[in-house]
C-alpha cells in the first residue's frame, strides 16, 4: 500500500479498527456477509449459528468477513396481520442491502436467505451490484407425523377452513394448530420460499441441495463453509454475478420452476428481477417459455410430498437431469463445475420416479403456469394451472363481488359462498391494497371448506405458493386503475379457461361503459407512510411490481 493510499484510507482504517479488524484484515478481500436472521421467522432463525461456519470459511481462504442484517418478515406470520407490508419488503430489502454494500465497499457478497420475498429480493440487489457473489439458504424445516400421516404447513391453512365447517375447535385442529410447524427452516412444501430457493441453485449461484437439506443437517454445516471459502476464490478471480446469472442461466432456472410446479410469485420475482438484471421478460415470454416444459414433479400442497420426499428421491439435481435436452448445459456455476458436468454426475437409477418423473411420462404436458387474458385482464392474469384439479380447469359461474381480502373472509366464516360461484376479491392489488397482499388464508380456507371443486377465486392481489385449486391472481390492469374488475357486479357470469388461457367478464361493452362512467375508487383506510410511498410509485404487476428499481439495467448505465 502506497504512503498516499494509507492517508487516503485512515478514515476507513481507524473506524474499523474500532470494531475489531486489524491491518492486515482489511488488506485481504472483505467479503459483506448480508444476513436475514431474526428470532420470529423459522426460515431464518438457523442463520444466526450458519453465518458462523460462512465466517469460518471466509477466514481460512484468506479472507476478511463482515456482516450485517437485512429485514425478513415471515409471510405465514403476516398473515391477516400486516400482509401489505410483504410483498414492499422484497425491494426495501434490495435497496437496504445495496445501500449497505455500496457504502462500505465490499468486494465481494454472500447472501444469507430463504424466504418469500427475501431471496427475491437479495437477488434484486445482487443483479444490480454485479459483484463477485454467493448464496446459501437455511434449509428446510421438519414435517410433523402423526398417525400415519404427513403434516406440513398448508395443511394447518386448509384445516382452518375445516374447522368453520365443524363449527368448533377440535382436538385434531388443536394439535395440528400447535405441531404441524414443528421446527426451525423453511416451510416442507414447494412454496414460494423453496422455489426461489431451487430457482438459484438451478441458475448457479447456490450450492446445490441447500434448499431442500434439513437446517440441522450436519452437511449444511459443511455448506456453509466452503461457500464462504469459495466467495473469496470468486473475488480472487474477478468472477462477478452477471458472468454466472447470464440470460441462459435465467432461461434454466425458469424451466426448472415449470418442471416442478413453482409458486405463482415466481412469475411477479423473475419479472422483477429481469428489470434489474436488464433481461427485459415479458409475461409473455415467460408463459410462451415454461408452457414448453411439462410439470414432471409436484409437491405439498399441490401433492401429497412434502421437501423432504422431494430431497429423498433426487433433489433439484435430478429434476435438472430429465431437463437436461432443454437446458443450455455450458453455464457457469458459481460452486464450480458447468450445467453439463452437474447432470452427468446424477445416477438415474437413484431417482425415484413415482416422485420425479421422466421427462416422457410428465404429470402435465404443458407448464406449471397458464397466463390468462380477456376484457377482465387485458395485460395478463396468473393461475398455477398444476394446482387444478381437471374439473375446475374450465369453470364459469356467477361473480360473488368483495372489495377487499377482509369482506371475502367474513363470507367465508359465514358461509354463504355457494358453489358454482366466482368469488372476486378487488383493490387488493399493488396500488389498490396497497401492497398486494397474498390471499393465501382465503384460498386455503375454499379448500378447508371443500368448495375448491365448485368456486373459483379470482383476484388483482396474489396467491401463496401454498395455494391450490382454481385461483387466478395478479389481474392487470387492477382495479385501482380502473381495470375491469372494478366494474364487476354481483351476479356478472365470468367464464375462465385455464387451457385457452381466458377469463372473461360476459358483460357487453356498452353496459361496462355505463358503469365505467360512474365508477369511483372506494375509500380507504390511512395506510402508512410506506404503503402510500409504494402505492405513489409501485408499477404493475405484469412487470412484477416493482417499486425502487424502475430503472431497466445496472446502477450506472
Same mark, same amino acid.
Given at each position: 500500500?502506497?504512503?498516499?493510499?494509507?492517508?487516503?484510507?485512515?478514515?476507513?482504517?481507524?473506524?474499523?479498527?474500532?470494531?475489531?479488524?486489524?491491518?492486515?484484515?482489511?488488506?485481504?478481500?472483505?467479503?459483506?456477509?448480508?444476513?436475514?436472521?431474526?428470532?420470529?421467522?423459522?426460515?431464518?432463525?438457523?442463520?444466526?449459528?450458519?453465518?458462523?461456519?460462512?465466517?469460518?470459511?471466509?477466514?481460512?481462504?484468506?479472507?476478511?468477513?463482515?456482516?450485517?442484517?437485512?429485514?425478513?418478515?415471515? &409471510? @405465514?406470520?403476516?398473515? /391477516?396481520?400486516?400482509?401489505?407490508?410483504?410483498? =414492499?419488503?422484497?425491494?426495501?430489502? #434490495? $435497496? !437496504?442491502?445495496?445501500?449497505?454494500?455500496?457504502?462500505?465497499?465490499? &468486494? @465481494?457478497?454472500?447472501? /444469507?436467505?430463504?424466504?418469500?420475498?427475501?431471496? =427475491?429480493?437479495?437477488?434484486?440487489? #445482487? $443483479? !444490480?451490484?454485479?459483484?463477485?457473489?454467493?448464496?446459501?439458504?437455511?434449509?428446510?424445516?421438519?414435517?410433523?407425523?402423526?398417525?400415519?400421516?404427513?403434516?406440513?404447513?398448508?395443511?394447518?391453512?386448509? $384445516?382452518?377452513?375445516?374447522?368453520?365447517?365443524?363449527?368448533?375447535?377440535?382436538?385434531?385442529?388443536?394439535?395440528?394448530?400447535?405441531?404441524?410447524?414443528?421446527?426451525?427452516?423453511?416451510?416442507?412444501?414447494?412454496?414460494?420460499?423453496?422455489?426461489?430457493?431451487?430457482?438459484?441453485?438451478?441458475?448457479?449461484?447456490?450450492?446445490?441441495?441447500?434448499?431442500?437439506?434439513?437446517?440441522?443437517?450436519?452437511?449444511?454445516?459443511?455448506?456453509?463453509?466452503?461457500?464462504?471459502?469459495?466467495?473469496?476464490?470468486?473475488?480472487?478471480?474477478?468472477?462477478?454475478?452477471?458472468?454466472?446469472?447470464?440470460?441462459?442461466?435465467?432461461?434454466?432456472?425458469?424451466?426448472?420452476?415449470?418442471?416442478?410446479?413453482?409458486?405463482?410469485?415466481?412469475?411477479?420475482?423473475?419479472?422483477?428481477?429481469?428489470?434489474?438484471?436488464?433481461?427485459?421478460?415479458?409475461?409473455?415470454?415467460?408463459?410462451?417459455?415454461?408452457?414448453?416444459?411439462?410439470?414432471?414433479?409436484?409437491?405439498?400442497?399441490?401433492?401429497?410430498?412434502?421437501?423432504?420426499?422431494?430431497?429423498?428421491?433426487?433433489?433439484?439435481?435430478?429434476?435438472?437431469?430429465?431437463?437436461?435436452?432443454?437446458?443450455?448445459?455450458?453455464?457457469?456455476?458459481?460452486?464450480?463445475?458447468?450445467?453439463?458436468?452437474?447432470?452427468?454426475?446424477?445416477?438415474?437409477?437413484?431417482?425415484?420416479?413415482?416422485?420425479?418423473?421422466?421427462?416422457?411420462?410428465?404429470?402435465?404436458?404443458?407448464?406449471?403456469?397458464?397466463v390468462l387474458y380477456g376484457n377482465l385482464a387485458e395485460r395478463g392474469a396468473v393461475v398455477k394451472q398444476s394446482g387444478v384439479l381437471?374439473?375446475?380447469?374450465?369453470?364459469?359461474?356467477?361473480?360473488?363481488?368483495?372489495?377487499?381480502?377482509?369482506?371475502?373472509?367474513?363470507?367465508?366464516?359465514?358461509?354463504?359462498?355457494?358453489?358454482?360461484?366466482?368469488?372476486?376479491?378487488?383493490?387488493?392489488?399493488?396500488?389498490?391494497?396497497?401492497?398486494?397482499?397474498?390471499?393465501s388464508i382465503p384460498a386455503a380456507m375454499i379448500v378447508g371448506m371443500g368448495l375448491h371443486t365448485s368456486v373459483a377465486m379470482i383476484?388483482?392481489?396474489?396467491?401463496?405458493?401454498?395455494?391450490?385449486?382454481?385461483?387466478?391472481?395478479?389481474?392487470?390492469?387492477?382495479?385501482?386503475?380502473?381495470?375491469?374488475?372494478?366494474?364487476?357486479?354481483?351476479?356478472?357470469?365470468?367464464?375462465?379457461?385455464?387451457?385457452?388461457?381466458?377469463?372473461?367478464?360476459?358483460?357487453?361493452?356498452?353496459?361496462?361503459?355505463?358503469?365505467?362512467?360512474?365508477?369511483?375508487?372506494?375509500?380507504?383506510?390511512?395506510?402508512?407512510?410506506?404503503?402510500?410511498?409504494?402505492?405513489?410509485?409501485?408499477?404493475?404487476?405484469?412487470?412484477?411490481?416493482?417499486?425502487?428499481?424502475?430503472?431497466?439495467?445496472?446502477?450506472?448505465?
Amino acid at each position: 500500500m502506497s504512503d498516499v493510499h494509507k492517508v487516503n484510507e485512515a478514515y476507513y482504517c481507524g473506524l474499523m479498527h474500532s470494531v475489531g479488524y486489524r491491518e492486515r484484515d482489511l488488506q485481504k478481500p472483505v467479503i459483506g456477509i448480508v444476513n436475514s436472521w431474526n428470532d420470529v421467522n423459522p426460515g431464518h432463525k438457523p442463520f444466526k449459528e450458519l453465518v458462523q461456519y460462512v465466517k469460518d470459511g471466509i477466514w481460512a481462504a484468506g479472507g476478511t468477513p463482515a456482516e450485517f442484517c437485512v429485514p425478513a418478515p415471515c &409471510d @405465514g406470520i403476516a398473515q /391477516l396481520r400486516g400482509m401489505e407490508y410483504s410483498l =414492499p419488503s422484497r425491494d426495501l430489502i #434490495a $435497496a !437496504s442491502a445495496e445501500a449497505m454494500i455500496r457504502a462500505h465497499g465490499f &468486494d @465481494g457478497v454472500v447472501f /444469507l436467505g430463504s424466504c418469500d420475498k427475501i431471496i =427475491p429480493g437479495m437477488l434484486m440487489a #445482487a $443483479a !444490480s451490484l454485479d459483484l463477485p457473489t454467493l448464496f446459501l439458504t437455511a434449509g428446510a424445516m421438519q414435517p410433523y407425523y402423526a398417525r400415519e400421516k404427513t403434516y406440513v404447513t398448508p395443511d394447518l391453512k386448509e $384445516a382452518i377452513g375445516s374447522a368453520y365447517v365443524e363449527g368448533s375447535e377440535t382436538v385434531d385442529f388443536a394439535e395440528k394448530r400447535l405441531n404441524i410447524c414443528y421446527s426451525a427452516g423453511t416451510c416442507s412444501m414447494y412454496g414460494t420460499a423453496n422455489t426461489m430457493g431451487c430457482f438459484t441453485e438451478a441458475i448457479g449461484i447456490t450450492p446445490l441441495g441447500s434448499t431442500l437439506l434439513p437446517f440441522y443437517a450436519g452437511e449444511k454445516i459443511r455448506q456453509a463453509r466452503c461457500v464462504g471459502e469459495r466467495i473469496v476464490e470468486l473475488v480472487k478471480k474477478k468472477k462477478v454475478f452477471s458472468e454466472i446469472v447470464t440470460k441462459e442461466a435465467c432461461m434454466n432456472g425458469i424451466k426448472y420452476v415449470s418442471a416442478t410446479g413453482g409458486s405463482t410469485n415466481f412469475v411477479l420475482h423473475i419479472l422483477a428481477f429481469s428489470k434489474v438484471l436488464g433481461m427485459d421478460l415479458t409475461l409473455e415470454d415467460i408463459d410462451k417459455l415454461q408452457e414448453e416444459i411439462p410439470v414432471i414433479a409436484k409437491f405439498k400442497p399441490s401433492s401429497d410430498y412434502n421437501l423432504e420426499d422431494f430431497r429423498r428421491a433426487g433433489g433439484v439435481e435430478a429434476v435438472l437431469y430429465e431437463l437436461r435436452e432443454k437446458l443450455s448445459l455450458d453455464v457457469e456455476l458459481a460452486m464450480g463445475g458447468t450445467m453439463r458436468e452437474l447432470v452427468k454426475a446424477v445416477h438415474p437409477a437413484q431417482i425415484d420416479r413415482q416422485i420425479i418423473r421422466p421427462l416422457c411420462e410428465p404429470i402435465h404436458e404443458s407448464g406449471s403456469y397458464a397466463v390468462l387474458y380477456g376484457n377482465l385482464a387485458e395485460r395478463g392474469a396468473v393461475v398455477k394451472q398444476s394446482g387444478v384439479l381437471p374439473e375446475m380447469l374450465c369453470h364459469r359461474g356467477p361473480a360473488v363481488v368483495c372489495n377487499s381480502e377482509e369482506e371475502v373472509l367474513t363470507k367465508l366464516r359465514e358461509m354463504t359462498i355457494k358453489p358454482g360461484s366466482v368469488l372476486v376479491v378487488r383493490y387488493e392489488g399493488p396500488k389498490g391494497g396497497p401492497g398486494m397482499k397474498e390471499l393465501s388464508i382465503p384460498a386455503a380456507m375454499i379448500v378447508g371448506m371443500g368448495l375448491h371443486t365448485s368456486v373459483a377465486m379470482i383476484t388483482d392481489g396474489r396467491f401463496s405458493g401454498a395455494t391450490r385449486g382454481p385461483c387466478v391472481g395478479h389481474i392487470t390492469p387492477e382495479a385501482w386503475d380502473g381495470g375491469t374488475l372494478a366494474l364487476v357486479e354481483n351476479g356478472d357470469m365470468i367464464s375462465i379457461d385455464i387451457p385457452n388461457h381466458s377469463i372473461a367478464l360476459e358483460v357487453d361493452d356498452s353496459t361496462l361503459n355505463k358503469r365505467r362512467a360512474v365508477w369511483k375508487r372506494p375509500e380507504r383506510k390511512p395506510s402508512s407512510a410506506i404503503l402510500e410511498g409504494y402505492r405513489q410509485n409501485v408499477g404493475a404487476a405484469d412487470e412484477g411490481a416493482v417499486w425502487l428499481y424502475q430503472k431497466r439495467g445496472k446502477a450506472g448505465d
